[in-house]
């Protein structure tokens, strides 16, 4: 459904910026629910956030100088819908510089959204990204 992946392609446009540029990580608010969770998985304990903790520990990195380029794109989804309930389970590349040392990476993002009052909106995002004894499988490519 256009609504949702227009969601999608807007949380990653607020996270995304080229060096120079300033991200617009409150515009992301807008695409959740109020207590909407954003979850970064990986091989330790995962990291757990609020939109506000979300967007505030990446403005920190942000505003200290230490993040200075980022862009994650979509490459793939699969899109199931049930009334008002929907999950997208989304392929994703990032890449930037963090540090001063540049990076790369691709994942797979699960995110779940719920119909409001005739709107959708995102409820929880959780992503993983691709490492060694963890590749993406083909049906999500």
Do not use: C
């Amino acid at each position: 459904m256009d609504e949702l992946r227009e969601l999608v392609e807007s949380f990653f446009e607020a996270v995304s910026f080229a060096e120079g540029e300033r991200p617009v990580y409150a515009a992301i608010h807008d695409l959740f629910i109020v207590d909407g969770k954003l979850i970064r998985s990986g091989p330790g304990d995962p990291e757990i956030l609020t939109v506000t903790q979300f967007t505030a520990s990446r403005g920190k990195l942000f505003e200290a100088g230490e993040l200075t380029s980022f862009r994650e794109t979509e490459s793939a989804a699969t899109t199931e819908f049930f009334g008002n309930v929907a999950h997208r389970f989304s392929t994703y590349r990032k890449e930037g510089v963090l540090n001063g040392t540049r990076f790369a990476a691709e994942g797979v993002i699960s995110t779940q959204f719920i119909r409001l009052a005739g709107e959708w909106k995102m409820s929880s995002m959780a992503w993983d990204d691709e490492r060694p004894g963890l590749v993406i499988p083909e049906r999500y490519r």
